[in-house]
């Protein structure tokens, strides 16, 4: 087992308030939450990120996900739900142990999305020329 809070946390050799778990994959509250009930989707087996995880376990973990996203909205009455994945460092992951963040939303709660530009002329064709080249 690599080096890993989110294995430990799997292995119950870190406390964690678990909310949910299914054969492959175990929920738990962030601890340090964007609002109340924050949780976090994870495969109890160490994959660092999407791109290395196996397609059934990524199906259940967005399964997991939205049981999680209803009971946010049936307990604690979120209004709306983000789900987030940060992969690799670049993009904000922190532990790199794949996770899916869960994040109850409010009308109150005053957060806003990420900021957005504009294309320059031309390139949204390009940039979609590019991916079609690769997909
Ligand atoms: P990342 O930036 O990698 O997507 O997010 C990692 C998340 O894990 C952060 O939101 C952070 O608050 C959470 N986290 C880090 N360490 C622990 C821990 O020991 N226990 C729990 N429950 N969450 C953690
Ligand atoms: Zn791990």
Redesign the pocket.
């Known amino acids: 087992m690599p080096d890993c ?1 989110f294995c430990r ?1 799997v292995h119950a050799q ?1 406390p ?2 678990r909310v949910l778990e299914t054969p492959g994959v175990l929920a ?5 939450p964007v609002n109340y009930g924050h949780t ?1 989707v994870i495969p109890k087996v160490h994959y660092p990120n999407l791109l290395e995880l196996p397609d059934e376990l990524w199906t259940e973990m967005g399964q997991v996900s939205r049981r999680v996203a209803q009971a946010l909205r049936a307990a604690l009455y979120a209004q709306g739900f983000n789900i987030g994945m ?1 992969n690799f460092e670049a993009a ?4 790199f142990h794949a ?1 899916i ?1 869960v994040i109850p939303r409010y009308f109150s709660d005053g957060l806003k999305l990420f900021p957005q530009e504009s294309y320059k002329p031309g390139d949204l064709e390009k940039t979609a020329a590019q991916l079609r080249q690769v997909l």
Do not use: E, K, R
């Open positions: 809070i946390i870190l964690a308030a738990f509250l962030d601890i340090a976090l940060n904000g992951q922190v532990v996770h963040h």
